[in-house]
């Protein structure tokens, strides 16, 4: 049994990129706006992408990838475990029931993303498992609902495959289907696995991602990101631990396939810290969080790479003139036309 990460990342997409797509950009148009600070640019490093990704379908606008290194793994693991049933085919089936698996799962992520008005439009499988590219409205409740949907899928299938294994074995499959009946037990089994892997908290796992939005509730939104970092580096350094002495390179892959994201995570999270320490601008509010946007030099030209602060120069680059009339909110990930950005003026005295 292999078990499956996955991951959401992006999860602090407001204002930092996602997939090295910069922030304040206009759709279809030339990169315009970037943010400043290399630690912001470090998430998501490692994660698969559409790039090198076939387009198996599109559910409800969200599209379903499949790189192209999970046919190697598959054809691997499939060849591998072949002695299991008598004949490969059913390997065949049980690896494809467990990306079916995971693919649900990662659609409870996506779904649950929508439905509280995040954006999720985009799922690539690859052979460590799923990664939803969604990007929730960033606040607690919409990101723990993001985040749980997808574990809730698992447990969801848990007692309905449970309940197929029970009819199996009340259909005499044990005796008479033997193959049918193994891959029924297994695909219950993985389905279990894949719940209880997902669940350690792990950032990234969800677990992880859970335990950080519920502590974002009390402690805030960088400060909760830290701390399921460093949970997250005691678990996956158990983790390395338990790889190498059972000697399981798969899972010292996934070890340090988590170890890359969760020290991405721990960067995110001094980026935010320091964001939030920095003095807001007046006279701006985000339209849809309204908080300032920060005061100071964050932002850099996509055109001439001049550093300015594109609220104090209303969306034009100082340096060469370059025009960059949506700007994204660094706190909550919301982009919104420059006019919307600013603030009535206060009432005249005595009007
Ligand atoms: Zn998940
Ligand atoms: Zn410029
Ligand atoms: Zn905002």
Redesign the pocket.
């Known amino acids: 049994m292999r078990t499956s990460a996955d991951r959401v990342p992006g999860q602090d997409g407001g204002g930092i990129p996602r997939t090295r797509e910069p922030p304040g950009r206009i759709d279809g148009a030339a990169p315009k706006v970037l943010w400043w600070g290399r630690a912001l640019f470090t998430v998501a490093a490692m994660t698969p992408t559409r790039q090198g990704s076939i387009r198996l379908l599109r559910i409800a606008g969200i599209d379903l990838f499949l790189h192209w290194s999970w046919f190697i793994v598959a054809f691997l693991e499939i060849k591998w475990r072949a002695g299991n049933y008598s004949s490969i085919i059913w390997n065949v089936l049980e690896y494809l029931s467990l990306f079916f698996i995971v693919m649900l799962h990662e659609f409870g992520h996506a779904l649950a993303c929508r439905q509280v008005g995040g954006t999720a439009n985009q799922i690539v499988l690859w052979p460590l498992g799923g990664v939803a590219y969604v990007s929730p409205p960033q606040r607690p409740g919409p990101m723990l609902w993001s985040i749980a949907a997808g574990p809730l899928v698992n447990v969801v299938l848990f007692p309905i495959f449970g309940g197929l294994v029970l009819l199996a074995q009340f259909l005499g499959w044990p005796e008479e289907l033997r193959d049918a009946y193994r891959l029924i037990v297994s695909v219950w089994g993985l389905n279990g696995l894949l719940l209880i892997f997902n669940l350690l908290p792990v950032y990234p796992l969800d677990g992880g991602q859970i335990l950080r939005s519920l502590l974002w509730f009390v402690v805030g939104r960088a400060r909760s990101l830290m701390a399921a970092a460093i949970v997250g580096f005691v678990g996956v350094a158990a983790m390395i631990g338990l790889a190498l002495w059972i000697r399981d390179p798969w899972l010292v892959v996934m070890s340090v396939f988590i170890l890359v994201n969760c020290w991405g995570g721990l960067m995110q999270a001094r980026a935010l810290a320091r964001m939030a320490r920095l003095p807001r601008l007046a006279g701006f509010a985000c339209p849809s969080c309204h908080t300032g946007p920060p005061a100071g030099e964050l932002w850099v030209?996509?055109?001439?790479?001049?550093r300015f602060n594109t609220f104090a120069a209303l969306g034009v680059?100082?340096?060469?003139?370059?025009q960059f009339p949506i700007t994204q909110c660094f706190d909550c990930g919301a982009s919104h036309p420059m006019p919307d950005w600013v603030q009535a003026p206060p009432p005249w005295p005595g009007a």
Do not use: I, L
């Open positions: 030209c996509g055109q001439c790479r001049a680059c100082p340096q060469c003139g370059e």
